[in-house]
């Protein structure tokens, strides 16, 4: 699998409720970032993690990290249409935080 | 801030002829990335600079693929001669030098080779 791999591919819900997207890298990161993208639009960043932080918010987002497992959660709550987006994790390869391996992202859709 | 511009964002060619995708990056920003996304492949890395200078180019698929910057405000991304499988949404973004700043993304070149 890729280095920064998402999943599930694709996730539906309704508004109201939570998403909950993962992602598992395979080298050892800085970073892992999470990237959203609209339909037809460039990657907007979410957030960032360290690799020495287990938790961050930002808003109605949750990350989590563990570098044991090297995994990633994204959880998004109270979820409202405008969340409808692919959302990517991305991390460095090779030690290097500017060469960005994405994957191939979580395609969420909150129906109103 | 007016963010990473990008231009054109809609490009219809035939096959054979010479594509040129520019980019401004946001002021002050000291890295430039140019990625391409295809739904086969995902988003990839092409190259990236430095303060102006190409740092990696592993990711350029061929040696009809050529990019530039010539100052800090300007690159381009060329494809002489451009093919069908060449057709993909081109992103430009760009970074501060703290390796822990994002990236900020343009909104893509939408190419497509007839």
């Known amino acids: 699998s890729q280095q920064g791999e998402e999943d599930p591919q694709a996730l539906s819900i309704q508004e109201g409720e939570n998403a909950t997207m993962n992602c598992s890298y395979k080298?050892?990161?800085?970073?892992l970032q999470w990237y959203r993208q609209n339909s037809g639009r460039g990657l907007v960043h979410l957030i960032l993690?360290?690799?020495?932080?287990r938790e961050k918010h930002s808003g109605r987002l949750r990350v989590t990290l563990d570098t044991s497992k090297k995994s990633s959660s994204l959880l998004i709550t109270a979820s409202r249409a405008a969340d409808t987006a692919s959302y990517f994790c991305?991390?460095?390869?090779?030690?290097?935080?500017?060469?960005?391996?994405f994957g191939k992202g979580t395609l969420l859709t909150v129906n109103p | 801030d007016a963010g990473v511009i990008q231009s054109p964002r809609h490009e219809v060619t035939e096959m054979g002829q010479e594509v040129t995708l520019r980019c401004k990056p946001i002021?002050?920003?000291?890295?430039l990335f140019w990625y391409r996304q295809t739904m086969m492949r995902g988003l990839e890395l092409l190259i990236y600079?430095?303060?102006?200078?190409?740092?990696?180019d592993s990711g350029m698929p061929e040696d009809r693929f050529s990019a530039k910057m010539p100052n800090a405000s300007f690159s381009t991304l060329k494809i002489q001669p451009s093919e069908p499988r060449d057709s993909a949404v081109y992103f430009c973004?760009?970074?501060?030098?703290?390796?822990?700043?994002?990236?900020?993304f343009g909104d893509g070149t939408r190419l497509s080779i007839l």
């Open positions: 973004a760009s970074s501060s030098v703290d390796k822990n700043q994002p990236q900020h």
């Open positions: 080298t050892s990161i800085n970073n």
């Open positions: 993690i360290r690799s020495n932080e």
């Open positions: 991305a991390t460095g390869r090779g030690g290097s935080n500017y060469k960005l391996t």
């Open positions: 002021s002050g920003h000291d890295y």
């Open positions: 600079f430095n303060n102006n200078v190409p740092i990696d």
